[in-house]
């Protein structure tokens, strides 16, 4: 009786049901985003989370793989045929969801946005592939490319390296952190081994011409003499900025290496402490790098100098306190603390002698 009903229903054109799909799925990704772990009285058993998680993400790049060949070539499928394949797309990606909602937060939330980062991706993947399908014309020869390009497929492909415990994701976000951080460093030294102090000065001696001379610069591309250089008082500020940067970039190294020797995986909670903390770390570095490119407003330098030495210290205090220092190797903490304030100190002086001149 069910199939008879079934077989009599109306159903939407293969476009409609491709659209239709991709909304269900933007639909379920704020949830996705926010989502708890379920309660269950069962005993979490990380071999056989993993093992579904991966079949799970090999199920939706196969479905996927199938959507894209069917829907790639004449003629389109009948509107039978992309319910069952739609049907098969929506369980198989409630399927990835369903085993990510199973971890449980006493594994770490450190694992558990690593594991919901590749569900989302999934899911965004998945949405994305079908918005691209209906794409006019959909069965365009670019489209059998998607197959080996389409990012649903890269997000399935990285589930099997998502780390397996809450340590080794914390490794692995403190490595991430040290890299932003190295960048950052790099790109703002040599940007000040390539400043020019003599940048702009030509314009100076022109006469009656320098105005024209400026807007021929300006046409061109290049910024005004006043914003393209570092004055004296500024370069004199970004010593102390820079070995800020410095002390960042060594004291995410110190506590990776720290996290690494001696971290616990069962201590899950310090480990999330110590994670956290040392997210906002890279932020920080970069609002102040971004800062004391010209022209420097020193107000805000010195505002974001401050930001970042509290999140510094308050990342270096909270790994103090943790598991992974013991008390023989803390003694680099306070030094480290030390040199940090210092370099604050420096930063409100001049920044004060600019101010107020």
Known sequence: MASAAGAGRILAPPVEQLRHLAAQLRLLLPGVRVGEARETTEEFNPEVFWRRLNEAAVKVSGEATTLTTVFSRLPVPSPQETQRICEQVHVAIKAVIAVYYSLPKDEGITLRKL???????IVDGMAQLLEVLLLPPAQSPENSDLISCNSVWVACEQVPKIPKDNKAAALLMLTKSVDFVKDA??????A???CDPYCGLLNDSDG?????HNAENSVLGFPSNQD???????QELIIPCLALVRA???SLKKIRILVAENGKKDQVAQLDDIVDICDEISPS????VLSIYPPVCHLTVRINSAKLVSVLVKALEITKASHVTPQPEDSWIPLLISSVDHCMNRIKELTQ????S
């Open 248 to 250: 960042s970039k060594a």
């Open 185 to 190: 460093h790099e790109e703002i030294e040599q």
């Open 228 to 234: 393209s250089y570092w004055s004296e008082e500024d």
């Open 208 to 212: 009656d011409n320098s105005d024209s």
């Open 115 to 121: 594991v919901r980062s590749a569900a989302v991706d």
């Open 285 to 288: 570095v970069d609002d102040l």
């Open 192 to 194: 000040v081994e390539e």
């Open 353 to 356: 002698r600019v101010t107020q």
